[in-house]
């Protein structure tokens, strides 16, 4: 059974930090194409961050550049996202994903197979 489960939000105030971590079970993780995803309320799901099988190349969307890092492990089945310099537009659910598209580390979300639940940042103002 595939489980990506998320875990590390909260609420933090603007320019601050969090880290997230998603691990992964149920599929060979280092074959994977790993993304991460957020929707705020009332908006459509956003591409974060990707990152590919062997965490040599990563993409971000322009918001978070320079602020966001996505690296993983494979020995621990586990991808994380350090967020630093917080805002109160990166208040959202924040979702990690798994791809075996090489093409979805540009954060195509139709390329994902499979999906966490999702876990919360709010930054306050």
């Known amino acids: 059974q595939v489980q990506l489960v998320e875990s590390g939000g909260g609420l933090v105030q603007a320019g601050g930090s969090l880290r997230l971590s998603c691990e992964a079970s149920?599929?060979?993780?280092?074959?994977?194409?790993m993304g991460w995803f957020r929707q705020a309320p009332g908006k459509e799901r956003e591409f974060v961050a990707g990152?590919?099988?062997?965490?040599?190349?990563?993409s971000y969307t322009d918001s978070v550049q320079g602020r966001f890092i996505v690296f993983r492990d494979n020995d621990k089945n586990t991808v994380w996202l350090q967020m630093s310099g917080l805002k109160p537009e990166d208040t959202a659910v924040y979702y990690c994903?798994?791809?075996?598209?090489?093409?979805?580390?540009?954060?195509?979300?139709?390329?994902?197979?499979?999906w966490g639940q999702g876990t919360q940042v709010t930054v306050s103002s």
């Open positions: 990152i590919t099988w062997s965490g040599g190349r990563s």
């Open positions: 994903a798994a791809a075996l598209r090489f093409t979805a580390v540009d954060g195509r979300a139709n390329e994902y197979d499979y």
């Open positions: 149920g599929f060979p993780f280092d074959t994977y194409v």
